[in-house]
């Protein structure tokens, strides 16, 4: 017999085998009705599959948030199932769950349009309402790899054969016609997984992720509980795409890319004024803050990479170049030793420490051009970066002010904290456990100070140290990760850095790598899409038009484009032989913050009638009081004073 402990700590015993489902039924009919999963000892399992030992268990139903992966990871099977139903010959490879759904990558020489996607998605719907029972059975290795082989699915087949030999080869039947090689845990039957499915694209992916590989076509789609959480979600999704960052840029004439320049950005002028702006207010905000500003070479000479150590390790990822005097030099990946070599020239004293050092550090990274996404994945961008060169004392009130700072920056560009994870030691690492325990302590002792208790998140440090990162949400209810500190005692060492302790010694100072943006070009793509391309005043690349009524007022128009500008607005003249409410209506679409409507009257009495962005009524200031009020909206966030 085993014993199993219930959630409620009752310990009941049970014959060694039993199952999920005669537990479920042991302790109420209707339970055993709706019981899909078990949780035996914190691992999901399916609800038939024989208990051989003892533990904490619990019955999960449909509804259990655990459940839902599984649900999402059920319907790429149900998927896989439909496609090689319709489309004899394609072959299976992998299905995960993933963020929000699911995908399955197949094998098959025609190329899968969107209209198959309508009749899969039936296709499934079938399978689901034939409420084919899904069951686990034990294979010997070989004769699964001869199933496979034998049925021409050379992916499976080559899957079973990388195993580690101690793998039990588990295969799930869905029904009696189909099956596929998975670790499991799946629900009962295809009834079970319901219909709140949806595909929503193709794309396509070297098998394994590797480049040299066999192209795969993947079809993605997303999976819910109910139909009510889908629909919610299908609407956030179709919300995101009207934000799509890269349809704004074009509509609002922010920047594009092309061919020849994968993942770098041509940022067009008012791209340019809206980064240019940020920029600026990041420089005062670290002014403010302690910062001093450096700024360090773009390429450097391969024995300098070799130092830092970027060379073995990360050289796929670098940009070499070479000379004609044969020279082997790369484009930084990063601007971290380039400011160890800054702290470098002198003799520093433990008075100096700490030093903040930042710079908008522009960095070059190959990315695969398959991976890269509009701003958000590049492989030219510009760090807010910077580092902190303390003692091991100034840890704490350090990682603590910039936690305040990162949170006030974010907030002042119109993002909420989500929460702050700290990143512990991951399985493969370097340091001892006293080592990890102190840091990690140390770091979760400065987000108390700054009022932050952290999520853990167990096993994402770094290789050599905890980190601290910020997960913002944004006005759809995204959540981004932008921000970071990152605690560092092996690139000091690295790279020689020391200082002069009270006591006279050499020490090696700690470094604090930390980012408030991330970069600019993917934050500046988040921000576009939070604000949907409507900025703030402060943030707008043109903050105001001045639109004619009638041409006769167009050289007032430009008198008073030429005083708002001298005020520091952003202003452009739209002088055009057109109706106003065209113009109007036109600039709104191109999220101008305010119009200035100006006409015979406003010019004989030196007015102008403002229009704001969002609202239908107008404002009849003299020019001179809307300079002024206009000039005062317009400040940054941290420029504001009391009273405006
Ligand atoms: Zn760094």
């Given at each position: 017999m085993i014993d199993l402990v219930f959630p409620d700590g009752a310990v009941r015993p049970y014959p060694v085998g039993t199952t999920g489902r005669a537990v479920a039924e042991s302790l109420s009919k209707s339970l055993a009705k709706k019981a899909v999963l078990i949780k035996l000892d914190g691992a999901l399992r399916d609800l038939d599959r024989p208990i051989e030992t003892g533990g904490p268990i619990e019955i999960l139903t449909r509804e259990a948030p655990e459940a839902l992966e599984v649900i999402r990871h059920d319907t790429a099977h149900i998927l896989a199932q439909a496609v090689q139903e319709l489309f004899p010959g394609t072959q299976v490879t992998i299905g995960p769950a993933i963020e929000d759904g699911f995908y399955y990558d197949f094998a098959r020489e025609t190329p899968f349009s969107l209209d198959d996607l309508a009749l899969i998605e039936k296709r499934m719907a079938e399978i689901v309402d034939r409420d084919e029972p899904i069951r686990r059975e034990i294979w010997p290795r070989e004769q699964a790899i001869a199933h496979f082989e034998d049925l021409g699915e050379a992916y499976k087949a080559e899957i079973i054969r990388d195993?580690?030999?101690?793998?039990p080869i588990s295969i799930y039947w869905q029904g009696s016609a189909w099956k596929d090689l998975c670790v499991g845990p799946h629900l009962p039957s295809t009834k079970h997984v319901g219909k709140a499915f949806k595909l929503t694209k193709l794309a396509g992916a070297y098998w394994r992720g590797d480049h040299r590989n066999a192209m795969l076509q993947r079809i993605y789609g997303t999976a819910w509980t109910s139909q009510a959480e889908l629909d919610a979600y299908l609407h956030r999704i179709e919300e995101a795409e009207k934000r799509d960052h890269r349809k704004l840029g074009r509509q609002l004439d922010l920047f594009h890319m092309q061919e020849e320049g994968r993942g770098m950005v041509f940022w067009h002028p008012k791209g340019w004024a809206l980064y240019r702006t940020l920029e600026a207010y990041m420089r005062r905000r670290l002014e403010a803050a302690g910062y001093v500003e450096v700024k360090t070479p773009q390429v450097l000479d391969n024995t300098f990479w070799q130092k830092s150590g970027h060379w073995d390790k990360y050289r796929p990822n670098m940009f070499v170049c070479e000379t004609v005097e044969g020279e082997v030099l790369a484009l930084k990946p990063m601007n971290c030793p380039g400011h160890v070599q800054i702290f470098n020239v002198g003799l520093r004293s433990y008075?100096?420490?700490p030093i903040r050092m930042s710079e908008s550090g522009a960095c070059h990274r190959y990315e695969p051009s398959g991976s890269l996404h509009g701003l958000m994945r590049v492989r030219a961008f510009t760090q807010d970066d910077g580092h902190i060169f303390c003692r091991e004392d100034q840890i704490e009130t350090e990682t603590a002010d910039f936690i305040r700072l990162c949170q006030s920056v974010h907030a002042d560009l119109g993002?909420?904290?989500?929460h702050i994870a700290l990143a512990t030691r991951p399985d493969v690492r370097a340091g001892s456990d006293e080592f990890w325990d102190k840091a990690e302590a140390q770091m979760l002792t400065a987000a108390r100070m700054a009022g932050v208790e952290p999520v853990i998140a167990e096993g994402d440090g770094a290789f050599y140290a905890p980190k601290l990162d910020f997960i913002v949400k944004d006005a759809i209810g995204r959540t981004w990760t932008c921000g970071t500190i990152q605690l560092d005692y092996v690139i000091p060492e690295r790279l020689d850095a020391e200082y002069i302790a009270e006591d006279g010694s050499r020490q090696r100072p700690v470094m604090l790598h930390r980012a408030i943006l991330g970069s600019y070009e993917r934050f500046i793509g988040i921000l576009i899409e939070n604000f949907g391309g409507a900025f703030p005043l402060w943030l707008a690349?043109?903050?105001v038009v001045v639109a004619?009524?009638?041409?006769?007022a167009n050289d007032y128009a430009e008198t008073v484009a030429k005083q708002l500008r001298a005020a520091g607005l952003r202003v452009e003249v739209d002088g055009r032989n057109e109706k106003i409410n065209y113009k109007v209506r036109e600039h709104s679409l191109g999220k101008i913050p305010v119009i200035a409507v100006v006409g015979r009257n406003e010019a004989a009495e030196g007015t102008v009638a403002l229009r704001r962005l969002g609202s239908d009524g107008q404002e009849i200031l003299s020019l001179e009081d809307a300079k002024i009020a206009l000039s005062a909206e317009a400040l940054a966030p941290d420029q504001r004073t009391c009273g405006v």
């Amino acid at each position: 017999m085993i014993d199993l402990v219930f959630p409620d700590g009752a310990v009941r015993p049970y014959p060694v085998g039993t199952t999920g489902r005669a537990v479920a039924e042991s302790l109420s009919k209707s339970l055993a009705k709706k019981a899909v999963l078990i949780k035996l000892d914190g691992a999901l399992r399916d609800l038939d599959r024989p208990i051989e030992t003892g533990g904490p268990i619990e019955i999960l139903t449909r509804e259990a948030p655990e459940a839902l992966e599984v649900i999402r990871h059920d319907t790429a099977h149900i998927l896989a199932q439909a496609v090689q139903e319709l489309f004899p010959g394609t072959q299976v490879t992998i299905g995960p769950a993933i963020e929000d759904g699911f995908y399955y990558d197949f094998a098959r020489e025609t190329p899968f349009s969107l209209d198959d996607l309508a009749l899969i998605e039936k296709r499934m719907a079938e399978i689901v309402d034939r409420d084919e029972p899904i069951r686990r059975e034990i294979w010997p290795r070989e004769q699964a790899i001869a199933h496979f082989e034998d049925l021409g699915e050379a992916y499976k087949a080559e899957i079973i054969r990388d195993l580690p030999e101690d793998v039990p080869i588990s295969i799930y039947w869905q029904g009696s016609a189909w099956k596929d090689l998975c670790v499991g845990p799946h629900l009962p039957s295809t009834k079970h997984v319901g219909k709140a499915f949806k595909l929503t694209k193709l794309a396509g992916a070297y098998w394994r992720g590797d480049h040299r590989n066999a192209m795969l076509q993947r079809i993605y789609g997303t999976a819910w509980t109910s139909q009510a959480e889908l629909d919610a979600y299908l609407h956030r999704i179709e919300e995101a795409e009207k934000r799509d960052h890269r349809k704004l840029g074009r509509q609002l004439d922010l920047f594009h890319m092309q061919e020849e320049g994968r993942g770098m950005v041509f940022w067009h002028p008012k791209g340019w004024a809206l980064y240019r702006t940020l920029e600026a207010y990041m420089r005062r905000r670290l002014e403010a803050a302690g910062y001093v500003e450096v700024k360090t070479p773009q390429v450097l000479d391969n024995t300098f990479w070799q130092k830092s150590g970027h060379w073995d390790k990360y050289r796929p990822n670098m940009f070499v170049c070479e000379t004609v005097e044969g020279e082997v030099l790369a484009l930084k990946p990063m601007n971290c030793p380039g400011h160890v070599q800054i702290f470098n020239v002198g003799l520093r004293s433990y008075k100096e420490l700490p030093i903040r050092m930042s710079e908008s550090g522009a960095c070059h990274r190959y990315e695969p051009s398959g991976s890269l996404h509009g701003l958000m994945r590049v492989r030219a961008f510009t760090q807010d970066d910077g580092h902190i060169f303390c003692r091991e004392d100034q840890i704490e009130t350090e990682t603590a002010d910039f936690i305040r700072l990162c949170q006030s920056v974010h907030a002042d560009l119109g993002l909420k904290t989500d929460h702050i994870a700290l990143a512990t030691r991951p399985d493969v690492r370097a340091g001892s456990d006293e080592f990890w325990d102190k840091a990690e302590a140390q770091m979760l002792t400065a987000a108390r100070m700054a009022g932050v208790e952290p999520v853990i998140a167990e096993g994402d440090g770094a290789f050599y140290a905890p980190k601290l990162d910020f997960i913002v949400k944004d006005a759809i209810g995204r959540t981004w990760t932008c921000g970071t500190i990152q605690l560092d005692y092996v690139i000091p060492e690295r790279l020689d850095a020391e200082y002069i302790a009270e006591d006279g010694s050499r020490q090696r100072p700690v470094m604090l790598h930390r980012a408030i943006l991330g970069s600019y070009e993917r934050f500046i793509g988040i921000l576009i899409e939070n604000f949907g391309g409507a900025f703030p005043l402060w943030l707008a690349p043109v903050q105001v038009v001045v639109a004619t009524i009638t041409s006769d007022a167009n050289d007032y128009a430009e008198t008073v484009a030429k005083q708002l500008r001298a005020a520091g607005l952003r202003v452009e003249v739209d002088g055009r032989n057109e109706k106003i409410n065209y113009k109007v209506r036109e600039h709104s679409l191109g999220k101008i913050p305010v119009i200035a409507v100006v006409g015979r009257n406003e010019a004989a009495e030196g007015t102008v009638a403002l229009r704001r962005l969002g609202s239908d009524g107008q404002e009849i200031l003299s020019l001179e009081d809307a300079k002024i009020a206009l000039s005062a909206e317009a400040l940054a966030p941290d420029q504001r004073t009391c009273g405006v």
